[in-house]
């Protein structure tokens, strides 16, 4: 391999069991796809392979590029601090540098489009890549692995629509509720868990009611935790862990990143601290947002579909009118939050239905 180092790893065995095999080959797909149509720093694979392909058939397998760098959430986080929070005295300059290179991937990922929604592969007849199989998530792996939850009930094919895909997640939380019998050893808990799930699957047609049917490559777990730096130049030097990311709804891209404090809006919601979230994200939402401006000032030019609104633009209006929160709930359906009156936040359970 030219002298390089390589990494050989094993995928994480807390993957249910089932769906390693499936995840492994998304993961492979996607990055190969990311490697053709962006700058986005992805370690090269050199080699991967299935269950019954590994040594003693341990699991599936990876071998690709050893890439140095320190954890971006190293950097960026609080000193002395167990929970992961973004450090309030950081250099602006230092943020900066960092949001403008992660806002120039995320660009580049918006001009990605795909009809429907679930993994990406590459018809190798044709050389052309489309969407092929379901959308292995990371909470259909969770629901799977610890909530015992049936696999006849997740979805087996992609969807054509946003609006069919959150339908099913809606009623993937819904059958969660009924299936996991100690998902709540309390009434209060068990009621405020069933309101959180049929005002989810309300929120969806409010939402959602008309589909473009495009989607975008997308990974939740995009974030400084994944992300390596160079932690003299401040260059990220790769992007790590794609191993759930398929094309999803259009707007799940053209939310404002939920990680702008390292931690997610969930730390804060269950002790209600609201108002403390919306005063530590919402200025560093703008940050972020400048530098995504920046980044679309210099890349008029790689626009796919010129005249319709930016990327900022498109995040700005999720924010205000709360879509950023339907669909921030498709992971976070804690009971401890979903009591809490959130302004712009329609989900709440405060709410009218």
Not at 67 to 83: A, F, H, M, R, Y
Request: glycine share 4%.
């Amino acid at each position: 391999m030219d002298g390089r180092m390589s990494l050989f790893g094993f995928r994480s065995p807390d993957t249910a069991t089932a769906y390693r095999d499936e995840k492994i080959v998304n993961e492979v797909q996607i990055m190969e796809y990311l490697h053709q149509n962006t700058d986005i720093p992805i370690p090269r694979v050199h080699s991967w392979g299935l269950i019954a392909e590994s040594p003693q058939h341990l699991g599936p397998f990876m071998i690709m590029d050893y890439v140095n760098g320190t954890l971006l959430s190293t950097i960026l986080k609080q000193p002395d601090q167990e929970n992961m929070v973004l450090n309030p005295n950081i250099d602006n300059t230092t943020l900066d540098k960092v949001y403008y290179q992660i806002a120039y991937y995320m660009f580049q990922l918006s001009q990605l489009t795909f009809n429907g929604i679930g993994a990406i592969s590459k018809d190798y007849a044709l050389g052309a890549w489309h969407v092929a199989g379901r959308p292995l998530t990371y909470n259909m792996n969770e629901l799977a692995t610890v909530a015992g939850y049936p696999n006849s009930q997740f979805p087996t094919a992609p969807f054509d629509r946003a609006s069919d895909y959150l339908r099913s997640v809606a009623n993937e939380h819904l059958t969660h509720l009924w299936t996991q019998r100690n998902l709540a050893d309390d009434t209060e808990i068990a009621q405020e868990r069933f309101i959180a799930r049929h005002r989810f699957a309300q929120l969806v047609l409010k939402y959602y009611p008309k589909d473009c049917g495009l989607s975008i490559p997308f990974c939740d777990d995009m974030r400084p935790s994944n992300m390596l730096i160079d932690p003299e130049t401040l260059q990220i030097t790769a992007i790590l862990d794609f191993e759930f990311t398929n094309a999803m709804p259009a707007e799940f891209t053209y939310d404002p990143p939920w990680w702008l404090l390292l931690s997610g809006p969930e730390m804060w919601l269950e002790r209600c601290a609201m108002e403390e979230f919306l005063t530590l994200y919402e200025p560093r939402m703008e940050q972020f947002l400048r530098a995504l401006e920046r980044v679309e000032s210099e890349m008029v030019s790689e626009v796919k579909q010129p005249g319709g609104p930016s990327l900022s633009a498109r995040m700005r209006d999720s924010w205000r009118t709360g879509r950023f929160w339907l669909d921030f709930r498709r992971t976070q359906l804690s009971t401890q939050s979903w009591h809490c009156q959130e302004p712009n936040n329609p989900t709440s359970t405060q709410h009218g239905a």
